[in-house]
């Protein structure tokens, strides 16, 4: 009958078309099929098939293929995918909003990725995320940012000294920040010795790094990068410099200041000094408070009251009169982690400078914690301010427990509560919302999201949902 052999022939002839190879059919089948039958190319083809069908393939030796990048990451728990797609996907997702960076926050600390299927599901997502989803998001987007496919990827999961010239710009970054917190000259070393090799891109973050525990042994390196190819690093450079307290720009900057202070009277039963800030004519009316935070809200607090021959006290009771030059003294406090002057300053009336700071993109949030307990102090505020969607991510974290507290018994939270179905104010309010609130806080929201329509909360309970899978995970 049909043996091996018998059936490579047939197939031969099949293939090339009997009219050029004739079929052994007669051989092949033992005779079973007549020569002169003229449905013997048929009949053979059909016994050919049947034939395949039954035949057990040769046995393929287990091949091992390295991986092109390693990522010992885990999957995202089953119940998140769905949540992730409806929340960060299509027209729906924005994958800049308050709850795509909670989610990218959260994956980054619980170390998880995505499911390999869904990255292009997630494209915008992943690409905006890529270093803190992982190695596979990475070369996702590598793969997919380029006409040729890469051959190796680039990403170190543990930033150390050993690896950190290694790994991405905002890890390195990152690295650096932290390394200032508790040896500053040795994380300026770290940057001194591969600075003149890398790009503009890495040379800008790694500077904008060196921000963190600024001293006067930072101005020889600070002051040499004036000649940099790169201006945005020339630019960085003398912003730090600006901040450092006895350096010749500093000092510049602070006359330049106390210049445009005005000494006045104020009071009516009992004068007292006040301070008004004056303007440049260029400088429109809508403009101020912007061009004194960015212009003046980096002086050194110290530094500031000892130039006006006044105490930090005096100061702020001085500048209560003019709610701008107020406003400059809580970013210069904040800057010099003073939050007990923070403190003071919004209790005393200026309620709402978080918002400047937080809608300012040059000013950074040093202690989002402790910042947070001073600066956000929602039982003064009489309405919850727009700029609370840019608050998630100007903190990168959540709200400290008492401070959350707060905002949900606080009257402007309960009166947007009430009048949520009126009013129709931005779903995006409530879904920022559930990322500011820490995880304990989670199921008191959720009661409170409970009574609002599903236009209004649903994109925020999915959002607390979704942040409790993954921490949980």
Request: with cysteine.
């Amino acid at each position: 009958m049909l043996d091996a052999a018998a059936a490579e022939t047939l197939t031969r002839s099949v293939m090339l078309g009997t009219a050029r190879a004739a079929a052994p059919v007669q051989k092949a089948f033992g005779g079973l099929i007549a020569p002169d039958d003229p449905k013997a190319a048929l009949k053979a083809l059909a016994l050919l098939g049947q034939h395949n069908r039954f035949r057990r393939p040769a046995g393929v030796a287990a091949a091992s293929v390295e991986s092109l990048f390693p990522d010992e990451r885990a999957i995202v728990p089953e119940a998140a995918r769905l949540l992730l797609l409806s929340l960060l996907s299509g027209k729906s997702g924005d994958p800049t909003d308050a709850v795509a960076l909670a989610v990218a926050d959260a994956m980054e600390r619980r170390r998880l990725r995505l499911h390999p299927f869904d990255l292009a599901r997630l494209e915008d997502f992943v690409k905006a995320h890529a270093d803190q989803l992982g190695a596979s998001a990475v070369a996702w987007t590598q793969r997919h940012a380029t006409a040729t496919t890469p051959d190796t990827y680039s990403f170190v999961e543990t930033i150390d000294e050993t690896n950190w010239m290694h790994g991405r710009p905002a890890q390195r970054a990152a690295f650096i920040r932290g390394l200032r917190a508790t040896d500053a000259a040795h994380a300026r070393a770290l940057v001194e010795g591969v600075f003149a090799s890398e790009q503009a891109p890495v040379r800008l973050v790694l500077v904008k790094a060196l921000s963190e525990n600024l001293s006067l042994a930072d101005q020889p390196f600070l002051e040499g990068l004036a000649k940099d190819r790169a201006p945005t690093v020339r630019e960085a450079a003398e912003g730090l410099l600006a901040r450092l307290p006895g350096s010749p720009q500093a000092a510049k900057l602070l006359q330049e200041c106390l210049s445009r202070i005005k000494r006045v009277s104020a009071g009516v039963l009992r004068r007292r000094t006040a301070l008004q800030l004056e303007y440049p004519a260029t400088v429109k009316e809508w403009q101020r408070e912007a061009w004194a935070i960015s212009t003046f809200g980096t002086i050194a607090l110290d530094d500031f009251a000892k130039g006006l021959e006044l105490s930090i006290d005096d100061v702020a009771a001085a500048t209560a009169y003019d709610q701008i030059l107020s406003t400059v003294l809580a970013v210069q406090a904040s800057q010099s982690r003073r939050y007990d002057v923070l403190a003071r300053l919004v209790r005393e009336g200026l309620v709402y400078a978080w918002v400047a700071m937080v809608q300012a993109d040059d000013i950074d949030i040093l202690d989002p914690a402790a910042w947070s307990a001073a600066a956000i102090q929602p039982d003064l505020w009489r309405e919850i301010p727009g700029a609370v969607m840019r608050l998630y991510a100007k903190l990168r974290a959540p709200l400290p427990a008492p401070t959350a507290e707060q905002l949900l018994a606080s009257k402007a939270w309960l009166d947007l509560l009430g009048l949520a179905e009126q009013n129709m104010p931005d779903p995006l309010m409530f879904s920022t919302i559930a990322t500011l609130v820490p995880q304990a806080l989670r199921d008191a929201l959720r009661k409170q999201l409970a009574p609002l329509s599903a236009d209004l909360n649903a994109r925020a309970l999915a959002a607390l949902s979704l942040l409790d899978i993954i921490e949980a995970a």
